[in-house]
């Protein structure tokens, strides 16, 4: 089993930039994809960022491309999201993932962090 937990969230100003990092304390870290998803309040949940079991595979939401990066460390059992440019519109509760494929859905991933908060002061 896989417990994801999230850290570096924060407050930041609309241009500013965040690093987030997830990491599982499991020998079998490396066996997963790693997802990142985000809500909002009064939203649902939504997909942002997913890297596959060896990095080689990413994808991203629309709403990210180009100022997000999803990375990972398998020897550090850790995934990180780089996030540039932040808007006001990013802010929200970010959450990591592990499933076993890199995809989009959040019915595709089996174990969740509890989330890092992220607000963007416009």
């Known amino acids: 089993q896989v417990q994801p937990v999230e850290s570096g969230g924060g407050l930041v100003q609309a241009g500013g930039s965040l690093r987030l990092s997830c990491s599982a304390s499991?020998?079998?870290?490396?066996?997963?994809?790693m997802g990142w998803f985000r809500q909002a309040p009064g939203k649902e949940r939504e997909f942002v960022a997913t890297?596959?079991?060896?990095?080689?595979?990413?994808y991203y939401a629309d709403l990210v491309r180009g100022r997000f990066t999803i990375s990972r460390d398998n020897a550090k059992n850790t995934v990180y999201l780089q996030m540039n440019n932040l808007k006001a519109e990013d802010t929200a509760v970010y959450y990591c993932?592990?499933?076993?494929?890199?995809?989009?859905?959040?019915?595709?991933?089996?174990?969740w962090g509890k989330g890092t908060q992220v607000t963007v002061s416009s």
């Open positions: 890297i596959s079991w060896n990095g080689d595979r990413k």
């Open positions: 993932a592990a499933g076993s494929h890199a995809r989009l859905r959040v019915s595709d991933y089996d174990y």
């Open positions: 499991t020998r079998t870290f490396a066996n997963y994809a």
